[in-house]
């Protein structure tokens, strides 16, 4: 199967930290259920990181769900957008990592597309707390992306 590197405009968005009381962007995360059907859930850049070298994405996923349509399918797409485009990234799952409450994936790019019209385009996104940053294990999540990072 081929892979392409994480295109560094999508890297980027995945660079910052959520922070408390501002709003940040929500990145949907798509994988398929057992029927068939669009399985949706949405991550933050807790959650989301590029490995330095762009070889691999990493995913810190909670979702019972989302974990079992992974094991069995490996593979999802991740949705991001940047003001002036949007970012769809085919995934497959690479490796998985567990943790207490989340496995960490990694995944490898195998179709890319940046789509853009040319006009102005809002990111979905959220309002981050320090309540939702702890409801969601943030810096569990983070500290694993960083961790795997560094054995990159």
């Given at each position: 199967?081929d892979?392409?590197?994480?295109?560094?405009?999508?890297?980027?968005?995945?660079?910052?930290?959520?922070?408390?009381?501002?709003?940040?962007?929500?990145?949907?995360?798509?994988?398929?259920?057992?029927?068939?059907?669009?399985?949706?859930?949405?991550?933050?850049?807790?959650?989301?990181?590029?490995?330095?070298?762009?070889?691999?994405?990493?995913?810190?996923?909670?979702?019972?769900?989302?974990?079992?349509?992974?094991?069995?399918?490996?593979?999802?797409?991740?949705?991001?957008?940047?003001?002036?485009?949007?970012?769809?990234?085919?995934?497959?799952?690479?490796?998985?990592?567990?943790?207490?409450?989340?496995?960490?994936?990694?995944?490898?790019?195998?179709?890319?597309?940046?789509?853009?019209?040319?006009?102005?385009?809002?990111?979905m996104?959220?309002?981050?707390?320090?309540?939702?940053?702890?409801?969601?294990?943030?810096?569990?999540t983070?500290?694993?992306?960083?961790?795997?990072?560094?054995?990159?």
């Amino acid at each position: 199967m081929d892979r392409i590197s994480v295109p560094a405009e999508l890297a980027l968005l995945l660079e910052t930290w959520p922070q408390p009381d501002r709003d940040e962007q929500a990145f949907p995360f798509v994988t398929v259920d057992a029927d068939g059907f669009p399985h949706v859930m949405l991550l933050c850049t807790a959650e989301l990181l590029a490995t330095p070298d762009r070889e691999a994405l990493l995913v810190a996923v909670a979702s019972r769900n989302a974990r079992a349509n992974l094991a069995r399918d490996g593979v999802a797409t991740l949705i991001a957008a940047d003001g002036i485009a949007a970012h769809y990234a085919k995934l497959r799952v690479h490796d998985t990592e567990e943790h207490d409450g989340f496995t960490l994936y990694s995944c490898h790019v195998a179709e890319y597309k940046r789509d853009s019209l040319g006009i102005p385009l809002r990111p979905m996104d959220f309002h981050a707390t320090k309540e939702v940053a702890e409801s969601e294990r943030w810096t569990a999540t983070r500290a694993a992306l960083a961790r795997r990072c560094e054995t990159t």
